[in-house]
């Protein structure tokens, strides 16, 4: 369907269906999916494993560069590998979640993820793929010059259902209201911090997803990409 190759960002905050719809457009494409979020989630339950100092940037960065963090897609989904081991439902686990936002504040831990994912995007283009990356920084510092930017957004109490929804699916035992407060606290974190924050792209095609099916949201983004002669 594509006639190119083609590289995708999408950004936006959490439960605002940046997955769902990255999932939808790399099946559509034939493209690989990145869940940069899967990366970060992978290095919070490593540190969280070895019981290191969040407070410590230095301790962080160590187990970053010691550990082996992996995306491994499977069919239009991904597992996420660490060491060796799926721990793609460990990573969505509330104590694991907690810490993400911790580790994905400090700069340098930033600095080497972004690194990592412009190196995953070159690579998958020169192998003559397209590829699809969803995040936080995606459209700003990962893939700025991507062929199509993309910020989702959503009522913050809609995104709560979803994530909500999300976890209950995955057998994660939750609060809604816990859900609620913890997701406006990352939506804090996330829109705060020094390193890479989301913001939205001056370039990107902004999509608010809160009144949207999952069809409508992906039924907009392609007909973007057609606009674009992109496919």
């Known amino acids: 369907m594509d006639k190119k190759n083609i590289s995708i960002a999408i950004d936006g905050p959490v439960g ?10 790399a099946k559509k494409l034939n493209a690989f999916y990145v869940y940069t979020g899967a990366m970060y989630r992978e290095l919070a339950l490593a540190c969280f494993r070895e019981d290191v100092d969040f407070a410590n940037e230095d301790q962080i960065l160590e187990v970053l560069g010691r550990v082996s963090i992996e995306l491994k897609q499977i069919g ?13 439902e460990e990573i969505f686990q509330p104590t694991v979640s907690k810490l993400v936002p911790v580790v994905a504040a400090f700069f340098r831990v930033r600095k ?7 190196r ?49 699916d995955k057998g994660v035992n939750v609060n809604f209201d816990d859900v609620l407060k913890d997701l406006k606290e990352r ?11 989301l913001r939205i792209a001056h370039d990107a095609i902004v999509i608010d997803t809160t009144n949207d099916t999952v069809d409508q949201t992906v039924k907009k983004a392609i007909g973007k990409l057609k606009e674009r002669n992109l496919i």
């Open 16 to 25: 605002s269906g940046k997955g769902t719809l990255a999932i939808a457009l």
């Open 76 to 88: 239009s989904g991904i597992k996420a590998i660490l060491n060796g081991e799926d721990v793609s």
């Open 112 to 118: 080497e993820m972004v690194r990592r994912q412009k």
């Open 120 to 168: 995953m995007m070159e690579e998958t283009i020169n192998s003559k793929k397209s590829i699809v990356m969803e995040g936080r920084d995606i459209t700003t510092h990962v893939i700025p010059n991507a062929d199509i930017k993309i910020y989702l957004t959503a009522d913050v109490g809609k995104r709560a259902e979803r994530r909500f929804k999300q976890f209950s």
């Open 187 to 197: 939506d804090r974190h996330d829109m705060q911090r020094e390193a890479s924050p």
